[in-house]
């Protein structure tokens, strides 16, 4: 059974930095590309960025690209999500999400994801 399980998150000040970490088992995790997404307030599902299976290839949302960065390591079948540079409007509860082998079409799209975990909030102050 695939079991995602992220940490990480708190109430920070805007400005500050915060590692999320996704924390994976029941599946052949290096073959996965995982991705991050999150759920402000009131608000639809939205994508962060993704780190691909295989390669050493990361894609983001124009809103967070030059701020957050994803890794993966998969000798302890982890994904992380490094924030900088937190602003008010990060607020969210943030998700990591396994990524359907073989599924095409638009990276950002929940529907080409299987398995997700919880969630952890991060709140960021003013």
């Known amino acids: 059974q695939v079991r995602l399980v992220e940490s990480g998150g708190g109430l920070v000040q805007a400005g500050d930095s915060l590692t999320l970490s996704c924390a994976a088992s029941?599946?052949?995790?290096?073959?996965?590309?995982m991705a991050w997404f999150l759920r402000a307030p009131g608000k639809e599902r939205e994508f962060v960025g993704i780190?691909?299976?295989?390669?050493?290839?990361?894609y983001y949302a124009d809103s967070v690209k030059g701020r957050f960065i994803i890794s993966r390591d998969n000798a302890k079948n982890t994904v992380y999500l490094k924030m900088n540079s937190l602003k008010p409007e990060d607020t969210a509860v943030y998700s990591c999400?396994?990524?359907?082998?073989?599924?095409?079409?638009?990276?950002?799209?929940?529907?080409?994801?299987?398995?997700w975990g919880q969630g952890t909030q991060v709140t960021v102050s003013s």
């Open positions: 999400a396994e990524r359907i082998v073989g599924s095409g079409g638009s990276a950002s799209a929940p529907m080409h994801y299987d398995f």
């Open positions: 029941g599946l052949n995790f290096a073959s996965f590309a």
């Open positions: 780190s691909w299976s295989g390669v050493d290839t990361t």
